[in-house]
């Protein structure tokens, strides 16, 4: 199973990006995709879920009512896409994987990772 986190980049205050994250060896099937992230000196944060069987979302507070996950069946592609981004949301961006489906945003949950794609928002 691989995982490939792309469409960081720099961004101003109050602008959007989306992050695409393409999932090859794994169909969705029952699993649950999320967005984690890690700025620089914290712990990783979960902060988007979707659950693949029926569409269910979860959001961490921090990005609630800004940010949108989805997802593309055929192509196996889950997007995360990120509206009024401020200099906090600054940080690497991580897609994982649980093949259970449990829908919740704990690491110990998501057996597969992808490799991060840095989000940058300047003031």
């Known amino acids: 199973v691989q995982l490939q986190a792309y469409g960081g980049g720099l961004v101003q205050a109050g602008g959007a990006l989306r992050l695409s994250c393409a999932v090859s060896?794994?169909?969705?099937?029952?699993?649950?995709i999320a967005w984690f992230r890690q700025a620089p000196g914290k712990e990783r944060e979960g902060i988007a879920c979707?659950?693949?069987?029926?569409?269910?979302?979860v959001y961490s507070d921090s990005v609630k009512g800004r940010f949108t996950i989805s997802k593309d069946n055929a192509n196996n592609v889950v997007y995360l896409q990120m509206n009024g981004l401020e200099p906090e949301d600054t940080a690497v961006y991580y897609c994982a994987v649980d093949p259970r489906g449990w829908g919740i945003l704990v690491e110990y949950e998501f057996d597969y990772w992808g490799q991060g794609t840095q989000v940058t928002v300047s003031s």
């Open positions: 979707i659950v693949s069987d029926n569409d269910d979302t």
């Open positions: 060896g794994l169909t969705f099937g029952n699993s649950a």
